[in-house]
């Protein structure tokens, strides 16, 4: 079926599917003539439609426009989406081990992707919190890993990733550490690593919980940054207290803070108080999601495999 762009292109290009006009010369596109066309391949290697749309610096010049206008994550960027187009859905549907909760689909990050990122965050799998955003680390425990950059002065330069694309059954240690060895689902996994430090001045890795360590482990280019392996937020919250503690003077000293970040400097209390629950920013979640979500704790449950509550607060 043919995609019609004719108000946009040029007649010689009328007609043609998407596809060929992605392939097509820069100088299709109405209002950019032959020497604009030039200009662009002189300077930036670009020759077609698709390579302009694929552009890093085009990405990057919208990101910032969208960050100064809008207040939410309009989604990944092309290049991006083409590559989270090639996750292996069919390989986790079809896992023989039945270990992955599919009923509402994947989840794959949350945070910068065009370019500006220096903090990898990596977890473990998505619960119904994160499902409802369709992004990681939303509900409870990631309000409090958002404390944690927040105390390292990061305020958006991160990017978080999962073991796993879709939620699981069980803990790690019953049987997940080799479903997550796995070629495809390793594979995956390093490749959206690799893509994340070509793109990005990474200085830290964090891994929250015994997933994420083993994934991070496992990733050959992790032997170039300083990786640090956290408790995940969500065990025994006197140990998760105590390693955080211990673990974050380290990061400061390898992490620089965002230009609007401020230092905490201070270690945990004993228990986790109510301001350790940072609300995640509207800027990493989907134009329309309740303005409450993200903030306060977690805000649903799972009520059956193929039912989510979820709760106003």
Known sequence: MTNS???????AYHGQTLEQLL???????????????????????????????????????????????????SGPPLGWSEFFATAPIDYYVNHPAGR???????????GRLDGSARVIVVGQDPSTNEILAHRIFVGQSGQRVQRVLEKLGITRSYIMLNTFLFSVFGQFFDGLEPISEEP????????????????????????????AQHATVRWSNAANFPVFHLMHPAATEANV???????LPDIRAVVTPDGDGSVDTNPFGATFAPEDLTPIPAFDLPFGVPDWHGQNGGHSNRNGNKEIVWHAP
């Open 5 to 11: 762009y004719d108000n946009i292109v040029t007649t």
């Open 23 to 73: 392939e097509a010369p820069v100088d299709a596109l109405k209002g950019v003539s032959a020497a604009d066309a030039d200009h662009l391949k002189d300077a930036f290697g670009i020759v077609s439609i698709g390579d302009l749309g694929r552009s890093i610096f085009l990405r990057r010049a919208a990101s910032m426009v969208r960050a100064a206008v809008l207040n939410h994550d």
């Open 100 to 110: 992955f909760r599919l009923d509402f689909g994947p989840v794959y990050y949350r």
């Open 184 to 211: 495809i689902i390793e594979g995956y996994r390093n490749a959206f690593l690799d893509r994340i430090i070509a793109e990005n001045e990474i200085e830290a890795v964090i891994a929250f919980g015994a997933g």
């Open 241 to 247: 207290i105590a390693n955080w503690n211990q673990h």
